[in-house]
């Protein structure tokens, strides 16, 4: 009897762990930019994301704040330590709440715009923020989900206008923008 209910245990694990969608690092990407200087423009991703969909469509995105890349080393450092203060606030988290069953129903080939609205944990402060996004279904086992637009983000709402000030100060710049766009590309296997 106990070995029927050990076999019972592990097939119904097993079917519910087969529900959940795990995100690709190596098929994703999430960036962001800033604007110095009135008119400079310049990107910057993580490289170190993680993610899923569980079984009840409760989707999670993380980001490791000290993956920041920015292309020049100095600034990589200053942003980890003067504006994320990854010491204290090693990743940025982002929860929100998809229909598993459409996704699942989805055709392979096909894409469906959709609203994402989710809370935002970045800095120790949580807001509820709002992504347009397209949904497309690449294969019967993986999904991708793209801005469609990007998502601005303003530094003061996460407390982090202080360390766009100091990175401004630190490196004798006019101006940073305290509004940045946000863009990802995630991609999800099952």
Known sequence: MKKL?????LALFS???????TLSQKDSDFSFSSIKK???LENHS?????GGIDAAGEATLTLDLASVTTGIEI??????????ETGKFAQANF???????QIEKQAVGSIQPQTLTGTLNLHGVEKEITAQVNVIKLAE?????????PITINA???????????LKEIAKLPSISFAVPVSFNLAFTK
Do not use: C, P
């Open 46 to 50: 993580f490289k170190q994301i993680s």
């Open 5 to 9: 209910v050990a076999i019972a245990s």
């Open 156 to 166: 003061a709402d996460f407390a982090l206008d202080s360390g766009v000030t100091a």
């Open 141 to 149: 086992n993986k999904v991708l989900v793209s801005t469609t637009q």
């Open 75 to 84: 600034r990589d450092e200053r942003m980890q330590n003067m504006l994320f």
């Open 95 to 101: 929860t929100t709440q998809v229909d598993v069953k």
């Open 38 to 40: 009135a008119k400079v």
């Open 15 to 21: 079917t519910v762990a087969s529900a959940d969608w």
